[in-house]
């Protein structure tokens, strides 16, 4: 499966590429109006790799005034729409052959396997560009109901200048999942990628222009949060801030559109997301399932399963056969070795924050079940293995807090009802699942987890075509599916009468 992709292999290309840290702005790369830059140090070796520009307000003034221009100029929005499903389709093409070139990238920024950055992510943000490129051409406005005389066209209409601030975990995913929608529906759009992970943003920026995206309808402001992410979100002339990222964050930027012009904001933020496992179940499967949707990126995604809600009679017994799956399948190496499943953490700081939130954890009571310590230190990387905790009860620091680490809590539950207060005791209501052979109570818990997805039996399936966003603090709005472009749009009447 792996053929030619040696670690080897991904090492020479590493030593033979030239990372591109610039901004692109106004189609074409671009260095802060200050000069200044940052250093972004590798997960996988604690090594420099790319030096990023460190935009600020000035050059957040400088994009936002770009995509306006090209919003106003109407170059891409009046753009004939099956000409602009062309160049989306042309852009996801190029993304496909660029996909090693991508999947490096990615990869270097944030220290996950490079065979899933080839073989997952890539993958999925250009089929992301593709979906919404076939849009295109296949949006219909409305006629509403009127008297013989008149008729009353609602038109959906594209925002203005849409802001997107973006997190480190699935950098090429989660930007395509804001920049297809938005662009399908004809807006402009300034990227904020999170300062860990810029590099695939600058790169696909490029693409979009090789594939004819006209020049400042894509823009791509790399820095810090709390310089260009915030001079974005407080912008006077941003439309809308599309953001994914975690809760702390996104009430700053609800509070910022409420201090300036009432932008609109879509928020995807984090979760603590339950998968209730029944003793009845098919324990292999549950095990497995919590095991891979909650090490998977090593727990770095926001409706990670990261807490196992399991039946008293059987959790021990569970917590082994996860151990099992972990140990059998979740193989942990350097993110250029073909075997592996998992690689590091985003950053140090990030892993001593996951292991002092544990620390907390074991101090309250919580007992660790396996792993979930600091390994690789050799390599100079970021590296954790994965591991369970179980909890005295959901009230643990462990089963509240989202660690985005691997890092599973384990709470017992012995009736259907209490196991339905503790997946619903949460501020977070991102995903969620139930495993159990009794398909009324599949049918009753599934409608019962208040939370944006839910599983039966599975854990961690979706597709373009389902929508994904949260309830409660995990957020509104959704990405993915046909309805993702609801929020990019506005609806304008236009009526006239006649006679
Ligand atoms: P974060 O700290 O909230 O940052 C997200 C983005 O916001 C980054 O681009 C960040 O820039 C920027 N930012 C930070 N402070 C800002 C401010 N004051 N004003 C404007 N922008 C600001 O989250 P993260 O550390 O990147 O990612 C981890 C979190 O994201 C987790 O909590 C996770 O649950 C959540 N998440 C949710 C989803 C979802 O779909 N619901 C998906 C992925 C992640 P800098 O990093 O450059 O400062
Ligand atoms: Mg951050």
Not at 25 to 47: E, H, S
Not at 435 to 461: C, K, L, P, Q
């Amino acid at each position: 499966m792996t053929g030619h992709y040696t670690r080897d292999y991904w090492q020479k290309a590493l030593d033979a590429a030239t990372l591109n840290g610039r901004m692109f702005i106004d189609g074409k790369a671009a260095d802060a109006a200050d000069g200044t830059t940052f250093v972004r140090i590798r997960p996988m070796d604690g090594k420099p790799g790319a030096t990023f520009a460190r935009g600020k307000a000035v050059d957040i003034d400088r994009a936002v005034a770009s995509a306006r221009a090209a919003f106003q100029s109407g170059v891409w929005r009046h753009k004939e729409p099956v000409e602009r499903k062309r160049i989306m389709l042309r852009w996801a093409e190029l993304m496909r052959e660029h996909r090693e070139e991508l999947a490096l990238l990615e990869t270097i920024d944030v220290g996950k396997p490079v065979m899933a950055s080839l073989n997952v992510d890539v993958v999925l943000a250009a089929n992301c560009i593709q979906y919404y490129g076939e849009m295109c051409d296949k949006l219909y406005d409305e006629i509403a109901p009127t008297g013989p005389n008149d008729r009353a066209l609602v038109r959906k209409v594209p925002l203005g200048v849409i802001g997107a601030i973006t997190p480190w975990n699935y950098p090429l995913i989660i930007d395509s999942w804001k920049l297809g929608p938005a662009l399908a529906a004809g807006n402009s759009v300034v990227l904020k990628p999170a300062e860990q992970s810029s590099l695939t943003a600058i790169r696909i920026a490029e693409l979009a222009h090789e594939a004819g995206l006209p020049a400042g309808v894509f823009n791509v402001v790399t820095g810090y949060g709390e310089e260009a992410g915030q001079a974005l979100a407080k912008h006077m002339d941003v439309d809308m801030i599309a953001f994914t990222g975690s809760t702390e964050v996104g009430k700053l930027i609800m509070g910022y559109a409420a201090q300036t012009n009432l932008k609109r904001v879509a928020l995807e933020l984090g979760g603590k997301s339950p998968l209730i496992v029944f003793a009845d179940a098919d324990l292999d499967a549950a095990a497995s399932a919590a095991a891979w949707g909650c090490f998977y990126n090593s727990g770095e995604t926001c409706h990670a399963s990261t807490r196992l809600v399991a039946e008293r009679s059987i959790m021990d017994q569970l917590i082994r056969k996860i151990e099992e799956v972990t140990a059998r399948e979740i193989t942990l190496a350097h993110p250029f070795e073909p075997s592996a499943q998992i690689g590091a953490l985003i950053e140090d700081a990030h892993l001593e924050k996951v292991l002092a939130m544990i620390e907390a954890g074991e101090r309250e009571g919580s007992t660790r079940a396996f792993g979930a310590e600091k390994v690789m230190t050799e390599t100079g990387g970021s590296y954790m293995s994965p591991g369970v905790f179980v909890a005295k009860s959901n009230a643990d620091s462990l089963a509240r807090q989202e660690i985005f680490g691997p890092v599973l809590t384990a709470i017992p539950f012995d009736t259907e009802e209490e196991a339905l207060a503790i997946a619903n005791d949460t501020s977070y209501g991102l995903a969620g699942a139930v495993f159990t052979t009794n398909m009324g109570r599949a049918h009753r818990v599934s409608e019962a987890i208040h939370a944006g997805t839910v599983w039966i039996n599975t854990y961690d399936i979706s597709s373009l075509a389902t929508p994904f966003g949260g309830f409660k603090q995990s957020g509104f709005g959704r990405d993915r599916s046909v309805h993702a472009i609801d929020k990019y749009c506005d609806y304008k009447t236009i009526w006239q009468r006649y006679a």
